[in-house]
């Protein structure tokens, strides 16, 4: 591409089209189930504490900051809206631009579009439920749908125990499957089962349908329930199709006490990996303490999906204009 051509749009009329019908039909879907729409601010004064994303960090320097406030671009909306529960709103959803540092590929832009809904009174296999039910709204066939559990997959996969299987194992899995630079490779627990999840499994689920990976280690409970089960997992879900995930859904987590610890052993991951600590959404951790309704909640990236239903390859393909032309 020449310079010349980079005011050019990176998606066709015909997909920016599909695009607007996709979002039209979203709307009409919440609209028809009472969920209602939300706009939560892009800027905050906090970051995700999250060790695998880094926020953009911006400065506001005018009345009432003189000496600068330092803000954050959100990586999604999740916590407003969760402080929007914890107001009593009901059943919410939002469709809005999120941004997320050093992301750039087929799949990733630094800037895309999520949309992220939360449902009072349901638990993460509930919400299966209805993110099939749309995603097969949206798409021009329907998709079958798989539920495999983060063991099944494992087992049927690699023949390992993902909550059991010590390290070594984990390595010799990757080993036996010929990864490349395994040997010489150093990595915690959950290091090695997401490498060997991302290279080995992934790619093969979602094929010709709908694959939604549930309750997944305890250690890798994010911002979801850990239930009291032996093992414990951690109660979220991620879906895929053609092997690119799509959504990510967790029964959300409300305990306040339970949400700082987990923050602030984020933050002590990130030093340790030699990166700045973030500050922790504090107006979060008080709305938590006031009480989170019982709830699900998802967030559905809005490119990867136009990019499976019209079998693009990239992600420059089903957006207006991509990095290199904005």
Known sequence: MSQLDQWRPSASLGMMRRRAKLLREIREFFWQAGVLEVETPVCSRFA???????????????PQAAHGLPLYLHTSPEFPMKRLLCADSGPIYQICKVFREGELGDRHNPE??????????????????????????????????????YAEAFQRSLKVDPHNATIEQLRAAAID??????????????????????????????????????????????LAKVS???????????????????????????????????????NNQRMEEGRSSVPMDEWLLQ????????????????????MVLTESDNIRDVISFDLDRS
């Open 177 to 222: 499957h010929r990864l490349p630079g395994i040997e010489t490779l150093v990595l915690d627990r959950d290091g090695w089962l997401n490498l060997l999840l991302s290279h080995l499994i992934e790619p093969g689920l979602g094929q010709q349908k709908m694959t939604f990976l549930y309750d997944y280690p305890a250690s890798q409970a994010a």
């Open 228 to 266: 009291g089960d032996s093992p414990a997992v951690a109660e979220r879900f991620e879906l895929y199709i053609s092997g690119i995930e799509i959504a990510n859904g967790f029964h959300e987590l409300d305990d306040s006490a339970e949400q700082q610890r987990r923050f602030e052993q984020d």
């Open 287 to 306: 709305a938590l303490a006031q009480g989170l309704p019982p709830c699900a909640g998802v967030a559905l990236g809005i490119d990867r999906l136009m």
């Open 112 to 149: 895309f579009t999520l949309l992220e809904w939360y449902r009072p009174g349901f638990d993460h296999h509930k919400l299966i439920d209805e993110v099939a039910e749309l995603v097969n709204l949206l798409s021009d066939e329907v998709l079958p749908v798989e539920r495999l559990s």
């Open 48 to 62: 995700t504490t999250d060790p695998a994303i880094d926020s953009f960090k911006i400065r506001y320097t005018g």
